[in-house]
């Protein structure tokens, strides 16, 4: 029981929306106090770009365990996913995913170059072995990524959806400016999100959106229920309160 | 005993000023390792807005009794004051507020539009209930913020000692941009800041000044005992060695 | 072993080049944590400027002694010295060092102003001590950092190395911006760092760079083993993936 429950009213006393977490190399008794205090709130918990290859075996998989007990799906950031692409060790990769209780996968072509049919092959690859699969639409290279129309955008989120991504990440980074739909000072660019939104699900999208205004513009907008991602582990609760209207800059807005 | 404790002198070998710290959802071992680091050096430990509302009850109440144990006044964060109101449901407020072990509570109506004479009329009530009262006169939306003069901000203040408030707070949240004396910069306005300290006393005031540069200029200006609020709980330490002029930013100017 | 180290290849496998973090008040079982997962990747623990005057002796012993533990050296920042100049109680400072369990100081007058030669001198005596000496070229305050000139920064590098210093540390704060070789945005001033590198040995300096453009910009111009210090001790594990190529910023370009 919720400590001031009776605050709470049938519009905002449950957890609505995905909220994915970005672990970028938390020790794991922190990680775990942090865990059961917020850890209900967190869907997916995304070990940050290669940082498990720098991290012992042992370490890792007890974090994921970790994680799972508290009925999240931890998965390793894309970056990871490409680089086993650009060795020609995708296999070795599903099998170490899978041998440190990873059920989820993110594949991404955020900074390698590839066909967009050899993702979509990955995708069913990674399906077919078992794995959830989360695909990431954009480049982490502001260039490239300006080189993406927003019709070729929609028709990746398509076909990764048809190849059976559970979800698509829109990509924007630890930082969230100068990527995607967030201009070079982290705010959204309103006539591209509406473009999307046009033409997708929302509900099959979950938009990287790092910074706290970032946060508050998606739930505005879409709703309480909106899936954002690499959500600083510093602020699991924050975006909560967020979503609940407890917190200033959406309360009584929602 | 300190170490190095031989470098400090008369003028700075005692914690002098309010620190007040936001914890916007530190576990539980965080927060008492950082706390048997820096406890002595916080005076005032506000739960963030409505975080406590999402976080279970068991929980809140051991936090609120460790921090107790470190000398600390914890207390729940105006914004959840202000959801009570909203919902005519303030004496279950006081009554839960009570069994969690709180002592102290903030009175604000940063979100809500209430008369001033009923925000007086809640102070009293606290009060008269045993509580100690820190009430917080701003806005959290910059509109409506702009719109309340200096000359206002000042009445407020006196009114809200002289009902029982033991501090006021001058809103910055946890930005600290765009709001109250700081502009968008975060620079404090000094011509806003002398005309409050003009017609107040400063001790009793506690400003909100989240950034370093924040926290530098309140103490050049006022003072090392000057009071602050809103600091991160990752700034504890730092905070207190520019009160005590042992870091560059202030030593050899105090 | 490392999770997905058959990902690592001769080029990535180890980490190089010197990593100095900023410890500025982790409570005991965070950093203890911390390092348990990432203390491989860290040489130098700075506890920073006059932070553990105001912390209890034995707790900075503890700690101390357990960041050994993790094959690093920790020190004391170097406004601490300092403050014991500034006192004339350098004796003292030497011993109480060495009782706290350091084996490293740090010697600078980034805010005290003292003829070059009496810097060498402390270097001397603190090396003499057996100590091991980083020292540190640099101002905290803008104006006066903006009046010593490049061949004077190399001339005193030089000097500062003769004397015994086994690292040069290039001042840029905990901040990064309008700094040393960093301008007001935080970005490198190319032809300043050109000039230094002409004059020196990279692997003699060690290069304040809190702010993650400023890793990258060093990693991809001087390599992945350059020294880097003032790091976040929230950073290490991305500045280890940065130094490895493990992610975006750097993967492909090392």
């Not at 850890?39 to 940082?51: N, P, R, S």
């Not at 930082?175 to 939104?197: H, M, P, Q, R």
């Amino acid at each position: 029981m919720n400590s001031f429950n009776f605050l709470l009213n049938e519009k905002n006393n449950k957890h609505c929306g995905i909220t994915m977490v970005l672990d970028k190399g938390l020790g794991f008794e922190t990680s775990k106090s942090l865990m059961e205090l917020s850890g209900e709130y967190v869907d997916y918990l995304k070990f940050g770009w290669g940082t498990t290859a720098i991290q012992d075996f042992n370490l890792v998989k007890d974090k994921v365990e970790m994680y799972k007990s508290f009925d999240m799906n931890p998965y390793v950031g894309g970056t990871l996913f490409e680089i086993a692409i650009i060795q020609s060790k995708l296999s070795e990769f599903f099998e170490e995913a899978d041998k440190l209780g990873f059920e989820t996968l993110e594949v991404s072509d955020g900074t390698i170059d590839i066909p967009h049919s050899e993702k979509i092959d990955y995708i069913s690859q990674a399906k077919d072995l078992g794995f959830e699969v989360l695909s990431e639409v954009g480049k982490k290279d502001l260039e490239k990524d300006n080189k993406i129309s927003l019709d070729d955008r929609i028709n990746y989120i398509k076909k990764e959806l048809d190849a059976g991504s559970s979800k698509i990440i829109i990509e924007a980074r630890e930082g969230g400016k100068s990527i995607g739909v967030f201009d070079e000072k982290g705010n959204a660019k309103g006539n591209e999100v509406d473009y999307i939104l046009n033409k997708t699900k929302s509900d099959d999208l979950i938009w990287e959106a790092p910074n706290k205004n970032q946060q508050v513009y998606f739930i505005l907008k879409i709703g309480h229920d909106v899936n954002l991602g690499n959500i600083s582990s510093d602020e699991i609760i924050s975006l909560e309160t967020l979503r609940r209207g407890l917190r200033g800059d959406t309360l009584g807005k929602l």
